[in-house]
Nanobody, 124 residues
């Protein structure tokens, strides 16, 4: 089992920044990659960023490139999502996830473990 705990969400204004954190515990040796997804009310869960467990390869969808940065501190088993230039459309619940295998990294179905989520609300 892997446990994931997110933190760092909140209410901010458009243009502000937030840093989300995700701490992994348990059988972390089985993790292949970590991802961040988001889900707004009435919408499907959406890929935001991912990083391999060694922390040297990152993945982003086009709509966050240049604004969001995913990183990992190995010693702390912690993954961060730095979000800059936030927009109202970034408002969503943000979820950290752990992938154990090598399936498509952009697909939520590839991830076996999920955190409880942290809410990000961006006002205009």
């Amino acid at each position: 089992q892997v446990q994931l705990v997110e933190s760092g969400g909140g209410l901010v204004q458009a243009g502000d920044s937030l840093r989300l954190s995700c701490i992994a515990s348990g059988r972390t040796f089985s993790i292949n990659a970590m991802g961040w997804f988001r889900q707004a009310p009435g919408k499907e869960r959406e890929f935001v960023a991912a990083i391999n467990w060694s922390g040297d390869i990152t993945y982003y969808p086009d709509f966050v490139k240049g604004r969001f940065t995913i990183s990992r501190v190995n010693a702390k088993n912690t993954v961060y999502l730095q979000m800059n230039s936030l927009k109202p459309e970034d408002t969503a619940g943000y979820y950290c996830a752990a992938r154990l295998g090598s399936n498509y990294i952009y697909d939520a179905r590839s991830y076996a473990y999920w955190g409880q989520g942290t809410q990000v609300t961006v006002s205009s």
